[in-house]
């Protein structure tokens, strides 16, 4: 089963596309993370509601996590709230 740490650390490799120097992680924009059975769900916060990158960061997120062992399906969510 893969672990809350190791889908950071891939998480860690994901650079917004519209701050390309952080990852989202480093950013605070990974706002919950769950993990049961295979299922990954990601709440992801956009930086602003005008965020043109929102559905593309959505895409390199479950790309991403897709890629791991451990990891059957990914539901990324995008929320524009502060939490």
């Known amino acids: 089963m893969v672990s809350e740490d190791e889908i950071i650390d891939k998480l860690k490799e994901i ?4 701050v390309s120097t952080e990852n989202l ?5 990974v706002r919950l993370i769950n993990i049961e059975n295979g299922r990954v769900s990601v709440l992801v916060r956009a930086i ?6 929102g559905f593309k960061i959505i895409e390199m997120v479950r790309e991403k996590l897709l890629q791991m062992d451990g990891v059957d399906e990914v539901d990324v ?3 524009f709230e502060s939490i």
């Open 48 to 53: 602003n509601q005008h965020c043109p990158s």
């Open 25 to 29: 992680f480093e950013l605070g924009l």
């Open 15 to 18: 650079r917004d596309p519209s």
């Open 77 to 79: 969510k995008l929320t």
